[in-house]
């Protein structure tokens, strides 16, 4: 099966500027995440949809960062204004089922974000 | 809430030599315990799971953890490594009450030749 695509693979803007990056989840999965990973440190979680809702986005910092999953298949991650602190990987992960489950969470290569 | 603490930020090892990642998490409910793999410029992959039954739990790549409990620990382990092994290695858990992962801060291995 076909995994998580995530694009763009790199992507270098200046602060201030505004950026999206786009995921295709697992064809079937309902579950999506979108992780940040600082340089050095593990996967934090930002958002979390079930299908096309918001099942936990408390740590989304969302005066700068958006996110959506219409129609509860590919979704888009945005920034706006980009900050020096925002560079980091971006990763997109999905699983099979709904909330609870503990199945495991498929992860795309992800987004390289620098911020100059 | 959860918590992991890795250790280890960094883990040199010769090939064919054993290694064991160390992993200690903290949870105030049922656990679900994760070790993923990162290679370089690549997202992570699963290498095993624990959320119940055996404590020994067996992966890929040869790859083995053992759940603790009373330790509270679910360290990662493998007998002999190889330069391929060579990777960045995060702990991760979840609970019953929740399908969020929280990730430890990473244990780079180093397999040298």
């Known amino acids: 099966e076909a995994g998580v695509a995530q694009s763009p693979r790199y992507k270098i803007i200046e602060k201030r500027q505004s950026v999206a990056f786009w995921c295709n989840p697992i064809s079937g999965h309902a579950t999506l995440y979108w992780y940040q990973q600082i340089l050095g440190q593990g996967p934090k979680l930002l958002i979390q949809f079930q299908n096309n809702g918001v099942v936990d986005d408390s740590q989304l910092p969302k005066d700068r960062f958006s996110a959506e999953r219409l129609k509860g298949v590919d979704s888009t991650l945005k920034i706006q204004p980009a900050k020096l602190e925002d560079s980091a990987v971006y990763l997109c992960?999905?699983?099979?089922?709904?909330?609870?489950?503990?199945?495991?969470?498929?992860f795309g290569d992800g987004t390289r974000l620098s911020i100059l | 809430a959860q918590s992991v603490t890795q250790l280890d930020s960094q883990v040199p090892v010769f090939e064919e030599a054993p290694v064991e990642l160390r992993c200690n998490y903290s949870?105030?409910?049922?656990?679900?315990l994760f070790w993923y793999v990162q290679y370089p410029n690549q997202g992570l992959q699963l290498l095993l799971k624990?959320?119940?039954?055996?404590?020994l739990v067996k992966g890929i790549n040869g790859f083995e953890a053992e759940f603790n409990k009373s330790q509270t620990s679910f360290h990662l382990r493998k007998p002999s490594v190889h330069i391929s092994d060579t990777a960045e290695y995060f702990c991760a858990v979840s609970g019953s009450n929740t399908d969020k992962l929280i990730f430890g801060t990473g244990t780079r291995l180093q397999v040298f030749p």
């Open positions: 624990y959320l119940s039954g055996s404590t």
């Open positions: 949870s105030s409910v049922s656990v679900y």
């Open positions: 992960a999905s699983s099979p089922v709904g909330s609870y489950s503990n199945q495991p969470q498929h």
